[in-house]
């Protein structure tokens, strides 16, 4: 089975750094995606890791430890539009391997 | 072309209709999917097509009935729903098993059952 966790939500000030944190328990893994996801639209794809490390994309950078089951996606010189839903989704592996299943979310809002 | 269409945008429906979603995706991709999400709740899968052919159903009610005529479109009919299947509906779209690309989303259907 999947158990994805993540916090459910997190404040920042606008300019400021913000880090999520997902920890994961899968019977498979096959790369790990964070989504962000505005209220009442699709998600959209930010970042995919699938080997140790950091991944960087401008504001945004997602670190994975595969031996700690553990991803963060940071969020840089935060804006107000960056008010969402992030959503950390492990792909599964074998049979699996189109399954994404998705951590709960975590809503981050962004103050000025 | 990175987009998936889904339509309708938003549907209200009765208890007795049926009703079709549907999407629609121009890039390639083999392997087309539909995800339930209630608000606040991260997407839930219900099923995979690859290659045109289902290859996963995580044990969805038989009132949803998927299909794929090709492998651009993908279909949800939809048939004597109950208010709990309230929902947005999304579709979602990646490349073939084995290669590391992300799943695009389309921008869901809002489904109301009444």
């Known amino acids: 089975g999947q158990n994805i966790d993540q916090p459910t939500e997190m404040t920042a000030t606008e300019g400021a750094i913000v880090q999520i944190n997902c920890t994961y328990q899968t019977s498979g893994f096959n790369g790990l995606f964070w989504y962000q996801q505005h209220a009442g639209e699709a998600p959209t794809f930010l970042s995919y890791?699938?080997?140790?490390g950091l991944e960087e994309k401008g504001r945004f950078s997602s670190f994975l430890s595969r031996s700690k089951g553990y991803s963060y996606l940071l969020l840089k010189e935060l804006q107000m539009k960056d008010s969402a839903s992030y959503l950390c989704a492990v792909r599964g592996e074998g049979s699996n391997d189109y399954k994404l299943s998705f951590g709960a979310g975590t809503t981050v809002t962004v103050r000025a | 072309d990175t987009e998936v269409t889904q339509t309708p945008k938003h549907l209200v429906m009765g208890m007795t209709n049926k009703k079709s979603l549907k999407c629609e995706q121009h890039m390639g991709h083999r392997a087309m999917y539909w995800y339930k999400q209630k608000a606040k709740k991260p997407p839930e899968l219900m099923f995979v097509y690859s290659y045109e052919k289902l290859s996963i159903n995580e044990s969805v009610p038989s009132r949803f009935s998927p299909e794929c005529p090709n492998s651009s479109l993908l279909n949800l009919h939809l048939h004597a729903l109950q208010p709990e299947d309230s929902a947005l509906y999304l579709c979602?779209?990646?490349?073939?098993?084995?290669?590391?690309?992300?799943?695009?989303f389309g921008q869901g259907t809002r489904l109301t059952v009444v």
């Open positions: 979602a779209s990646s490349s073939s098993p084995g290669q590391t690309t992300e799943a695009f």
């Open positions: 890791n699938v080997l140790d």
